[in-house]
């Protein structure tokens, strides 16, 4: 799942999304996926949770939609062991206003580099092995679900902060981190569950 080119922190994924995206009036999901690395399943896990987290972007109708089949599209190739990953060309060309997206990722960088500062590798069995493949399965429940989460207030947030956990325990090997998101996704899944609107 990890790449040798693969960013090594949260903080350094930020920064190749800001450099990547310097100068674009529009910001597509294809252009997110070039920044990272088309072989990077760990750091789109880690992105689609970042966005989706990020204000004045994860609250823009439609986004959480999308970044959720982004994911299930990365990891359902990765479960079928796929070398790179593959979207559609409609999907890759949905996009966001650069400046907001300059935005969201300034407010995530004091985040960042707290996260950073306690992320280190342990146990590894949990990021490595089978154990990714476990995670996987996860994430792809969470975006399943990002579509309903969509008329649920504040349930998407939730839903990000499990995916950027879950994406930054498989970049920084940190398998502590993933137990935290296992728990944030459950907490996510009940509040979605006591808030359904039927």
């Given at each position: 799942m990890n790449q040798p080119d693969d960013p090594a922190s949260l903080t350094e994924l930020l920064e190749r999304l800001r450099s990547n995206t310097a100068g674009q009036a529009q910001v597509s999901v294809g252009d997110v996926l070039e920044a990272i690395g088309e072989r990077s399943f760990g750091p789109m896990v880690l992105v689609a949770g970042v966005i989706t987290l990020a204000p004045l972007i994860g609250d823009i109708p439609g986004v959480?939609?999308?970044?959720?089949?982004?994911?299930?599209?990365?990891?359902?190739?990765?479960?079928?062991?796929?070398?790179?990953?593959?979207?559609?060309?409609?999907?890759?060309?949905?996009?966001?206003?650069?400046?907001?997206?300059?935005?969201?990722?300034?407010?995530?960088?004091?985040?960042?580099?707290?996260?950073?500062?306690?992320?280190?590798?342990?146990l590894l069995w949990l990021v490595r092995g089978s154990g990714q493949y476990v995670i996987a399965i996860i994430c792809m429940a969470v975006a399943a679900a990002m579509p309903l989460m969509e008329i649920i207030p504040f349930s998407a947030n939730g839903a990000g902060i499990a995916l950027m956990a879950f994406g930054l325990a498989i970049v920084a090997r940190d398998g502590l981190l993933a137990l935290v998101a296992i728990v944030a996704t459950g907490g996510t899944t009940w509040f979605v569950l006591t808030n359904l609107p039927w």
């Open positions: 959480p939609t999308a970044l959720g089949l982004m994911v299930l599209l990365t990891l359902g190739q990765l479960v079928f062991q796929r070398h790179s990953i593959w979207i559609p060309s409609k999907l890759a060309r949905r996009n966001i206003e650069r400046e907001k997206l300059a935005k969201g990722l300034d407010w995530m960088a004091k985040p960042a580099r707290f996260m950073d500062r306690w992320t280190k590798q342990r």
